[in-house]
């Protein structure tokens, strides 16, 4: 049996294709577009239909990956800006032509669970573990018995306080500022981080010039080099850094912000970065009866 997952996620749109063998899967592939479904949403509420448009176009290829690789089960997600638009219930509906089912619109705990439980399947790392999932517009943390979102994403943060670029000290400050009182309430923890999702691999990928980033790590020193370097660049600098997506220039300094935060917050010296996240975690419920 073929499964497959699709992540409607605020900057990027992700599948990931499976094959079901007795009682494990086989990862038939992975890709992700980014379309910035979720611009603008922070300050309007609504998805803009230019977003929309860019984002039904990569939704389509992946019905057409489906279709081509008979997957025969298929659930689509939906997450932050989906939860902040009003406008969502529309989207959905002709979403659901290019994808063949209908995106589910799932709070933050949940994303919070399903990432948690993705990333830390077959992970050679001993628990405790604790996994930072930074998406475009909230922040997951979440542990073995739970886990908070936060909403404070790189497109938010982005359009809040980062749109210049390189920005001015006092705009970098700010933004730090606002991302530090955010994660306030995050508690200290003992135990292994994982960070997931495009935040975290785009900042491996920059370090190490290489997109090959699972299982690497960073330490709070290297990721705060990060900040400092790529908050001298314009976009088009940005772009042109090896090891990483280049759709996402815009918004990955916001998101260096916020990994250093989070680093800061739970007082952790050392990052594992994994590309197994919340895909990994709606896929693995089809070894669950009544998937």
Known sequence: MRLAAVDIGTNSMRLLIVQKIEDGIVELGRWQRVTGLGAGVDATGVLSAEG??????ALAEFGGRMKDLEVERRRAVATSASRDAANREAFFDIAEIALGVRPELISGDEEASLAFNGATLGLPLAPPHVVVDIGGGSTEFVTVDGGRSVEMGSVRLTERLLGNRPPSVEELAAAKGLVR?????????????????????????????????HLTSLTVGEVAVLVDSLATLTIEQTAALPGFDPARAPVILAGAVIAEAAMAALGAERVTVSNHDLLDGVVSLSLAPGW
Request: a negative charge; charged letters at 15%.
């Open 52 to 57: 929309i448009d860019r984002t039904l176009l």
């Open 181 to 213: 009182e955010s994660f306030a309430g995050i508690t200290p923890i003992v135990g292994s981080v994982v960070g997931v999702a495009g935040t975290w691999t785009s900042l491996a990928g920059i370090h190490l010039a290489d997109q090959e980033v």
